[in-house]
């Protein structure tokens, strides 16, 4: 069975870092194609990152040059780094993956960027 558990949220200050974890069982992150997404209430989900399984990425126009997707084949792993922290990146951020025809969701992880 797929789980995804992320960690790393906070609270930080503008212009602050975080480093989110999602760590997989079930799945090989280096196999499968994985996102990070975030959702604040009232707003759709938005992707904000994917690294697919040749390791090839893209980013949200919003994130570009300030969040990093990297992977850790050895932990199973999928992080998301994110640097230059504004307030609109404030929302709950959940790892995916899609196995076959069924997608997979972690519960999230709240990141709140407030001074």
């Known amino acids: 069975q797929v789980q995804l558990v992320e960690s790393g949220g906070g609270l930080v200050q503008p212009g602050g870092s975080l480093r989110l974890s999602c760590a997989a069982s079930g799945v090989i992150c280096l196999t499968y194609a994985m996102g990070w997404y975030r959702q604040d209430p009232g707003k759709q989900r938005e992707a904000v990152a994917l690294?697919?399984?040749?390791?090839?990425?893209n980013y949200a126009d919003s994130v570009k040059g300030r969040f990093t997707i990297s992977r850790d084949g050895a932990k199973n792993t999928v992080y998301l780094q994110m640097n230059s922290l504004k307030p609109e990146d404030t929302a709950v951020y959940h790892c995916?993956?899609?196995?076959?025809?069924?997608?997979?969701w972690g519960q999230g992880t709240q990141v709140t960027v407030s001074s």
């Open positions: 995916n993956t899609i196995v076959g025809l069924q997608t997979y």
């Open positions: 690294i697919n399984s040749g390791g090839n990425t």
